[in-house]
């Protein structure tokens, strides 16, 4: 297989995942030129100065006008508005992948405002992060051994697949094919509903007349199991608004297996309790030691 | 205050928790004699071995008959036949102190089996801890920093108090004293409901039709929120017992707040769930702030 390698790269939203791609890619020399088009100067300078991009376009048509991968990387909620600017370009010849973490939201909008396009784009989820946002926090092997997830539409062509599979791949990423309704449903279980969990554990102890205590008293299993409800509120909303159908779903069930063990603990059944401890504990400490 | 000492400890149960105290009042010169008592012959060897512990006693009559203090630091489980044991004592001075995490469970297990000596009995939950087990991860830095939380009965004296009080602060340790009853109230809250709420929702992913691809695709907030999933069930199900009431008003309680969140996604209502996941956000970032 030939090394990848595109002219241009262009990164809508230079933040931790935009940055980081640009990063790696400009250090795997696989990318000609990386221009940065964002709506805050200070990010972008920022990323100039410290290399991750090599031009800063004034706005999105200038920035894509010669792109030959765009690379969409901003908070879920501009989405549209980016590809409605998108869609404008003259260049129709680049190809269009994105990061969010939900991707049948994504789907609608492309066929709703660029079905001509469809054929180049390709959504992606990569399975990285870190607390830390803004390009300050880019780092050229975050996504290394990562899970990057693609959910090609019905007309996206193989070559536009096979180029952003290999651009995650130069990204030192693993990636992993699948329809978008599948993508939410996982994600769902795996991270949507958890963050949800979170949250409104700490916003109930938070609620209790005797909060200061409790959180005078919270340890270690607090701290781990309640980091998650430190993320960002607004990104959060953004998701349970995106993928509501999946995680309404999943909140229902959750409410069913508490439920049970409500039923379990009043009747006093500690063996039945115990069943559902142990089956919970192989499968997370297997998932562990796997990892 | 004069330095705290005293002539002879009994540890009853030389794991990680008994072999730590152990190694912390020994480095402080704050004990005469460390004798340890247990069933395991292997940690006994092991932490005499290496020094946690300056004798194996033979059984526990043979281990308290000159203790000045006597710590309790078996899996509740065994509580009641270690407390039946040293209620035989001719030995009617020491002071009796244990770790457990529940605390109104071990005060009906005094007032029952020995009354007698309930002036001596000081119940205690230190709040630290470690994945790992035995004295193996005996640390006499265990407790530096970490609170620990005494019980004391209607009828424990203030001298059995202090000086368990003193013992704990030689270990390192901020000490707080509370009812057992608003003991097990919060850390039903912030140590039991979480256990169970994570036990819940691995199993929960682990019965799916897709449990494994849900577990390919786990990433860092699963690990975070799961962790305590992988603790010993054998454990979480004897404090469920023992600390039931408080744990099903809390898994109550916690359903009603997923019920909630449940017609807020069903609703379409964003700003409320916003709502909630800005408390939840503000108080767990205010929470390790602190930390």
Request: charged fraction near 25%; glycine fraction near 8%.
């Amino acid at each position: 297989m030939d090394k990848f390698y595109i002219d241009q790269l262009t990164v809508i939203g230079v933040g931790l995942i935009g940055g980081s791609i640009a990063a790696r890619l400009k250090r795997e020399g696989a990318v000609g030129r990386v221009v940065g088009v964002g709506r805050g100067l200070k990010n972008l300078t920022y990323a100039h100065h410290h290399g991750l991009i090599d031009e800063v376009a004034m706005d999105i048509q200038h920035g894509i006008e010669s792109a030959s991968v765009v690379v969409v990387a901003v908070p879920v909620k501009q989405v549209e508005t980016i590809l409605k600017e998108i869609k404008l370009s003259p260049n129709a010849e680049f190809v269009i992948t994105d990061v969010g973490s939900t991707k049948g939201d994504f789907r609608k909008l492309v066929e709703r405002i660029m079905p001509e396009r469809a054929g180049f784009v390709v959504p992606g989820h990569p399975i990285a992060g870190s607390e830390q946002i803004g390009p300050q926090a880019a780092d050229p092997n975050l996504f290394e051994a990562k899970n990057v997830v693609l959910c090609p539409l019905d007309r996206t062509t193989d070559t536009a697949i096979d180029l952003v599979q290999r651009l995650w791949q130069a990204c030192g990423a693993s990636v992993s094919k699948m329809s978008e309704s599948k993508h939410d449903k996982i994600f769902s279980a795996v991270s949507h509903l958890p963050h949800v969990v979170s949250y409104a554990l700490v916003e109930m102890m938070n609620r209790r007349d005797d909060a200061e205590e409790l959180f005078d008293f919270a340890a270690g299993g607090f701290r781990d199991f309640s980091r998650i409800a430190g993320s960002s509120p607004e990104m959060w909303v953004d998701i349970c608004r995106a993928n509501r159908s999946p995680i309404l779903h999943d909140v229902e069930s959750f409410i069913l297996s508490l439920e049970k063990i409500r039923e379990l603990l009043q009747s006093e059944d500690y063996e039945a309790v115990q069943r559902i401890f142990d089956a919970a504990a192989v499968a997370r400490n297997n998932w562990a030691s796997n990892q």
